[in-house]
């Protein structure tokens, strides 16, 4: 990791167990980020703090959010529902770029077709 930050890569947390954080308690999610800071600050691999849920943040409470930005130092967070507005500013949901019929202009592509329809609707935003 440290040959990947010389090279100009971000590292970020993850959680310390790559736990789904809807189905763990308040204290646990916050113990999985902290413990994985503390490795990424100890180890000198990220001066900014950043947390990308695995498998996503669907059903995470407003709670772990707020006390994420307040207390916890991170600055940006990342979930995976594709193109969406989310109601916390720092969070940004990720395309998944896994497929196999389509390549990534592709996806890329019918992400924004769907994100402009939804619009329409006003589904293009996470309800929280």
């Keep these: ?73 991170i600055l940006k967070s990342f979930g995976t529902a594709g193109l969406k507005k989310d109601h916390f500013i720092n969070h940004l949901h990720r395309i998944l770029m896994e497929h196999e019929n389509f390549d990534a202009s592709e996806i890329i592509k019918s992400e924004y077709i769907y994100y402009f329809l939804k619009s329409f609707f006003n589904k293009n935003k996470i309800r929280r």
Excluded: T
């Design 1 to 73: 990791m440290h040959e990947m930050k010389k090279m100009g890569f971000a590292i970020g947390n993850h959680s310390r167990s790559h736990a789904r954080f809807p189905k763990i308690d308040f204290e646990i999610q916050k113990a999985e980020l902290l413990e994985a800071n503390s490795i990424l600050l100890k180890e000198n691999l990220s001066e900014d703090l950043n947390f990308c849920f695995p498998f996503g943040d669907d059903s995470v409470n407003n709670e772990f959010f707020e006390w994420m930005y307040s207390e916890a130092n």
